[in-house]
């Protein structure tokens, strides 16, 4: 998919015309800068998505769609990967889920782990939270996604462990691990939960915990990756060795 894709909330009831106004218009007609006869997507962000051509550009805000082909649904892929990305300090959260949902990334799970210098709580945590999810749906449309990623609540400790022991492989990258990734037997269909923790690491009893709830320790390679870009290099590793990338 080559086309510029843009959001609409509702995509049932669109036929033959369409007009695309508000913040989205702005930035295909002010920013995009397309012209009639130019090819678009438009999408739900949830897998639904309609094709058209650009007929006219009205003023700033409004771009006038015609041609619509049938609604087509995007079936979920498989195995699905979910990263439960501990929480970064500074903006490296939003690079994390930018990276993380260009390669493929179906689900994020902000983690609060007790070595994280970042702390989500009250307003704060929300509005971080906020930003995370904003900067999935940005770079979903980016990268010509039309099924975004998930991004979850912040999630603790009990709840990584519990989401590790519903999975069909589950993955912590840390320093102990004796086998590395690429060599990993993974599953053809399910659900894999990869863990990345906060630059101070995975604490001893946050490993343990993990390892109980069935998840093995797994080293990427020689060299130690930051946790805003570990998880975006383990998920390509992942998409690669799973079928989903050839």
């Known amino acids: 998919m080559t086309a510029p894709v843009f959001v609409v909330d509702e995509l049932k009831g669109i036929t033959t015309e369409f007009v695309l106004d508000g913040p ?62 501990a929480l970064p300090k500074g903006d490296r959260g939003e690079l994390a889920v930018e990276t993380m949902t260009e390669v493929g990334v179906d689900a994020i799970v902000p983690w609060a782990a007790s070595r994280c210098i970042t702390q989500w709580k009250g307003d704060r945590g929300l509005k971080a939270l906020g930003k995370w999810r904003s ?7 980016q990268s ?31 320093e102990s691990g004796e086998e590395r990734l690429a060599t990993a037997e993974l599953p053809a269909q399910g659900e894999i939960v990869l863990v990345v923790g906060p630059e101070g690491g995975v604490s001893p009893e946050e490993l343990a915990q ?10 990427l390679g020689p060299t130690v990756l930051r946790t805003s870009t570990a998880g975006t290099a383990a998920a390509a590793l992942l998409l690669g060795r799973t079928g989903r990338w050839s």
């Open 210 to 219: 993990f390892r109980d709830a069935g998840a093995k320790a797994y080293v």
């Open 135 to 141: 900067t999935a749906r940005e770079a979903g449309k």
């Open 144 to 174: 010509r996604r039309v099924r975004f990623p998930e991004v979850a609540d912040a999630a603790t400790t009990k709840q990584v462990a519990a989401l590790l022991a519903g999975a069909d492989f589950a993955a912590v990258l840390h």
């Open 24 to 85: 989205e218009g702005r930035h295909a007609v002010s920013v995009k800068r397309l012209r009639p006869g130019e090819d678009v997507v438009l999408t739900d962000g949830r897998g639904r998505w309609i094709e058209g051509v650009v007929k006219a550009a009205e003023g700033k805000d409004r771009l006038v769609i015609a041609d619509l082909a049938a609604l087509v649904e995007e079936p979920p892929e498989s195995p699905r990967i979910t990263v439960v990305q």
